[in-house]
T-cell receptor, first 113, second 112 residues
Framework: AQSVTQPDIHITVSEGASLELRCNYS??????LFWYVQSPGQGLQLLLK??????LVQGIKGFEAEFKRSQSSFNLRKPSVHWSDAAEYFC???????????FGQGTTLQVKP | DVKVTQSSRYLVKRTGEKVFLECVQD?????MFWYRQDPGLGLRLIYF???????EKGDIPEGYSVSREKKERFSLILESASTNQTSMYLC???????????FGPGTRLTVL
């Protein structure tokens, strides 16, 4: 069955520290992969996407993600976190030929001053 | 930039009322989606549509219906609102199968 797992429900990092949010997926074919961010009370904003090609994907707001097929992972990284990055982050896999996305449960990021 | 708009940010309704949530996208996307989001339950797909007048049930369609009379507009209808439909409702659109979905700002619905 297709699924997305975000193992960390809640993460706290200090401002300026590096960040890695984990995402593991289960999907039979080559996946389309996405990371979204949601600020409180807002909709989801697309951070980055992977369809094919270079496995290191650059996104907005200084984020990047690396697709590792052997580990079925698509972890999100940022070298230096800003207080404004505090939000909920969702990883998703696209289901081919349906247009649907399967979302992970989300990781809440708290940033300490 | 893709723009998805939702008719209301906040809505308060009474039990038994008929509720319409409207979503409009301006990028000529074929696919549109309605989700609800609840703490601890993540995003759950209610209905989606591949084209005008087409609709498909998602994971939790009970108590909801949808309408897509024009390509840019996708409406979610609660025929008789109940308190367990109090939630955040998110609309999204995408250009093709498997592509990125673009979300609206959400409507927080409270049913009293």
């Amino acid at each position: 069955a297709q699924s997305v797992t975000q193992p960390d429900i809640h993460i706290t990092v200090s401002e300026g520290a590096s960040l890695e949010l984990r995402c593991n997926y289960s999907y039979g074919a080559t996946p389309y992969l996405f990371w979204y961010v949601q600020s409180p009370g807002q909709g989801l904003q697309l951070l980055l996407k992977y369809f094919s090609g270079d496995t290191l994907v650059q996104g907005i707001k200084g984020f990047e993600a690396e697709f590792k097929r052997s580990q079925s992972s698509f972890n999100l990284r940022k070298p230096s976190v800003h207080w404004s990055d505090a939000a909920e982050y969702f990883c998703a896999v696209g289901v081919l030929d349906t247009g649907k996305l399967i979302f992970g449960q989300g990781t809440t990021l708290q940033v300490k001053p | 930039d893709v723009k998805v708009t939702q008719s209301s940010r906040y809505l308060v309704k009474r039990t038994g009322e008929k509720v319409f949530l409207e979503c409009v996208q301006d990028m000529d996307h074929e696919n549109m989606f309605w989700y609800r989001q609840d703490p601890g339950l993540g995003l759950r797909l209610i209905y989606f549509s591949y084209d005008v007048k087409m609709k498909e049930k998602g994971d939790i369609p009970e108590g909801y219906s949808v309408s897509r009379e024009k390509k840019e507009r996708f409406s979610l209808i609660l025929e008789s609102a109940s308190t367990n439909q109090t939630s955040m409702y998110l609309c999204a659109s995408s250009p093709r199968s498997g592509g990125a979905q673009y979300f609206g700002p959400g409507t927080r619905l409270t049913v009293l």
